[in-house]
C-alpha cells in the first residue's frame, strides 16, 4: 500500500522550477524513493530514484532529507508539457511491484 | 525498439462477462507487471510475472488472474465482470526483477456496461 503522502494540486509558471514535495515518515532503511509521472491518457513514465543522496538526471533532480523522511522533486525549468501526474513511491528493491499514491496534479501555466 | 503494446485498447463488456487482456513486453524483457487505474483508487497493482510465474500479486479477488508465456508475452483475465471492474488496464514490462525502470504501455480501456 501506498506510503507517501503529497498534495492534491500545484501549479508552477512556465520557465519557473517546480518543486514538488513527498512525505514518507515511515519509510525503511532498504526502501528507495521513486518518482514517476502519467501525463492524460499515457501509461506513467519513469524520472528518477534514490535511497538517501540527492540525485539528478536529465529530467529532473530528487532531494531527499538527512532523515529520509521526505523529499522533493525538483523539474528546473518546467514546460507546458510537464503538465501530468506526479506519482511518490517508496519501494524495496526487491520485486516489480511499485505501489502508487493519489499523486500531484501539476498544471505549467504559460 | 518497440514499446509495450497492449491489445485490445479499448473494450466494452456486460455484467457476468468474462475479459482477457493481452501485453506483450518490450524484446528482452522477461517481467511483467499489470495495474488497474480507476478514478476512485488510482493506480492499484494487480500481479507480476517472472519467467511464467506469479511473483507477486496485490489485494484484488480471485476473479483477477493472469499468466505469462514461455515469449514474456502476457495475459490477464477478469471473470464475472462487475461494474466496478471498469478501469483502465495498464501492463509495464522491465528487464529483470528488482529494476529501477518499468516501462509501461498504453494500457486498455475496459467499460463493464
Known amino acids: 500500500d501506498a506510503k507517501t503522502t503529497q498534495p492534491p494540486s500545484m501549479d508552477c509558471a512556465e520557465g519557473r522550477a517546480a518543486n514538488l514535495p513527498c512525505n514518507h515518515s515511515?519509510?525503511?532503511?532498504?526502501?528507495?524513493v521513486y518518482w514517476y509521472r502519467q501525463i492524460h491518457s499515457q501509461g506513467p513514465q519513469y524520472i528518477i530514484h534514490g535511497l538517501k543522496n540527492n540525485e539528478t538526471n536529465e529530467m529532473a533532480s530528487l532531494i531527499i532529507t538527512e532523515d529520509r523522511k521526505s523529499s522533493t522533486l525538483i523539474l528546473p525549468h518546467a514546460t507546458l508539457r510537464d503538465t501530468a501526474v506526479y506519482y511518490c513511491?517508496?519501494?524495496?528493491?526487491?520485486?516489480?511491484?511499485?505501489?502508487f499514491g493519489t499523486g500531484t496534479s501539476l498544471t505549467v501555466i504559460p | 525498439k518497440a514499446g509495450v503494446t497492449q491489445t485490445p485498447r479499448y473494450l466494452i463488456k456486460t455484467r457476468g462477462q468474462q475479459v482477457t487482456l493481452s501485453c506483450s513486453p518490450i524484446s528482452g524483457h522477461r517481467s511483467v507487471s499489470w495495474y488497474q487505474q480507476t478514478p476512485g483508487q488510482g493506480l492499484q497493482f494487480l500481479f507480476e510475472y517472472f519467467s511464467e510465474t506469479q511473483r507477486n500479486k496485490g489485494n484484488f479477488p480471485g476473479r483477477f488472474s493472469g499468466r505469462q508465456f514461455s515469449n514474456s508475452r502476457s495475459e490477464m483475465n477478469v471473470s464475472t465482470l462487475e461494474l466496478g471492474d471498469s478501469a483502465l488496464y495498464l501492463c509495464a514490462s522491465s528487464p529483470g526483477l528488482a529494476y529501477n525502470e518499468q516501462f509501461f504501455g498504453p494500457g486498455t480501456r475496459l467499460t463493464v456496461l
Open positions: 513511491i517508496v519501494r524495496v528493491a526487491v520485486g516489480n511491484q511499485f505501489y
Open positions: 515511515t519509510i525503511s532503511g532498504n526502501e528507495y
